[in-house]
């Protein structure tokens, strides 16, 4: 968890998931940050086996790769400390999804009558039990898991596809309402 609770990390997460493979110094064009943050954050993700040096014929590149496309975690801990390790995962993973929200928001209108059509922007509130919206949970995530295989396999996206951001939540109010 500690691996993940910092916002270049997920930042590099998401270069590499885009690029498939690549170096610190592309890392670095990609997200902003200096080559050298780039090349030590790399490093601690490789550390925790998140990331893992790409095969290469250079000498001289050193590029890098996933080893997994799916990072999960619970909130449920067994201790104090990881039960505080999980919450500030959690608040950094949030805060990177807002981001990439605000930063489609910001360029939506770049993007073709299509694209800003078909973009998924919608709220829900209701009642549900504990185990209802684990269910629900579990049901959104299967749907939204069909296409992973995209991801890996460029023979598997269709002519016209394009990286897509998918972000759910579901969580219970403050029993005394909305604040």
């Known amino acids: 968890m500690r ?9 590099l997460m998401d ?9 610190s110094a592309r890392c670095a064009e990609l997200v902003g940050e200096s080559q050298a943050n780039c090349s030590f954050h790399l490093r ?3 550390r ?11 000498r001289r590149d050193r590029p890098w790769r996933l080893t997994t496309t799916e990072q999960s975690w619970s909130t449920v801990q067994p201790d104090e400390k990881r039960t505080r390790a999980a919450a500030e995962l959690e608040r950094v ?6 981001a990439e929200l605000m930063r489609w928001e910001r360029s939506a209108l770049t993007y073709g009558q299509d694209w800003r059509r078909a973009a998924l922007r919608t709220g829900a509130q209701t009642w549900l039990t504990a185990d209802e919206l684990a269910d ?14 995209r991801l890996t ?8 596809s394009r990286p897509v951001r998918l972000f759910a939540v579901g969580y219970p109010l403050p029993d005394d309402g909305p604040e």
């Open 3 to 11: 691996a993940l609770a910092h916002p270049l990390k997920w930042a």
């Open 93 to 98: 993973f949030v805060q990177h999804e807002i």
């Open 15 to 23: 270069a590499l998931l885009a690029e498939g493979a690549a170096t």
């Open 153 to 160: 396999d460029p023979a598997k996206r269709p002519a016209g």
């Open 44 to 46: 601690q993700l490789a």
């Open 136 to 149: 629900l949970a579990k049901r959104i995530t299967e749907v939204m898991l069909t296409y992973r295989d």
């Open 48 to 58: 925790y086996g998140l990331v893992e040096e790409a095969p290469t014929t250079s």
